[in-house]
T-cell receptor
């Protein structure tokens, strides 16, 4: 299994709703990431989990709450979002790869969840 | 703070002609990646460049890295319609606890007949 899966594919939520995005990988990767991508913009890193511990939080508002229950699963809990939070949310996982004698972390991206906040 | 810039932002290409996308990054980076994104889709990894002078080729695409100039290029040879997409470069850096990617602004390629 060499893929990252994300559910749901699409989500429409009101500003008072609470919802969650789910990401799963079974490649044994120990780092997992959440990115936000607005239309016609590059992905922006939100959170990084390394060995199930939050290692990077890029000053993301608290209405986004990440959770890593185990090494295969990453959630993003959403509460009281604003319309400007509408975007494509991408999950990725990575592992250490040795290529031509050099190590690097290769990231594998999921298909994304298209979120619309009304 | 690592910043990554790409140019051009938009490239209208004629089929059969050659073009180059440029990717500049502001500080030392361990690794340079190129991704392709089709509209509404996720990111597809194209190339990983790990050292100065690295050159990778796949079909009509060729990527290179000059770490001294902090520049990577993606060269397109004899453009064809199915290359139409948005291309991102991304510079990788070890943060001390995890690897981070900083993406360039993206270049939207449109190939016309």
């Amino acid at each position: 299994d060499t893929e990252v899966t994300q559910t749901p594919k699409h989500l429409v939520m009101g500003m008072t709703n609470k919802k969650s995005l789910k990401c799963e990988q079974h490649m044994g990767h120990r780092a997992m990431y959440w990115y936000k991508q607005k239309a016609k913009k590059p992905p922006e890193l939100m959170f990084v989990y390394s060995y199930e511990k939050l290692s990077i939080n890029e000053s993301v508002p608290s209405r986004f709450s990440p959770e890593c229950p185990n090494s295969s699963l990453l959630n993003l809990h959403l509460h009281a979002l604003q319309p400007e939070d509408s975007a494509l949310y991408l999950c990725a996982s990575s592992h250490l790869v040795r290529l031509a004698g050099i190590y690097h972390y290769e990231q594998y991206f999921g298909p994304g969840t298209r979120l619309t906040v009304t | 703070e690592l910043k990554v810039e790409q140019n051009p932002l938009f490239l209208s290409m004629q089929e059969g002609k050659n073009y180059t996308i440029y990717c500049n990054y502001s500080t030392t980076s361990d690794r340079l990646y190129w991704y392709r994104q089709d509209p509404g889709k996720s990111l597809e990894s194209l190339f990983v460049l790990l050292s100065n002078g690295a050159v990778k080729q796949e079909g009509r695409l060729m990527a290179s890295l000059d770490t001294k100039a902090r520049l990577s290029t993606l060269h397109i040879t004899a453009a064809v319609h199915d290359l139409s997409a948005t291309y991102f470069c991304a510079a990788g850096r070890w943060d001390g606890t995890a690897s981070k990617l900083t993406f360039g602004t993206g270049t939207r390629l449109q190939v016309t007949l």
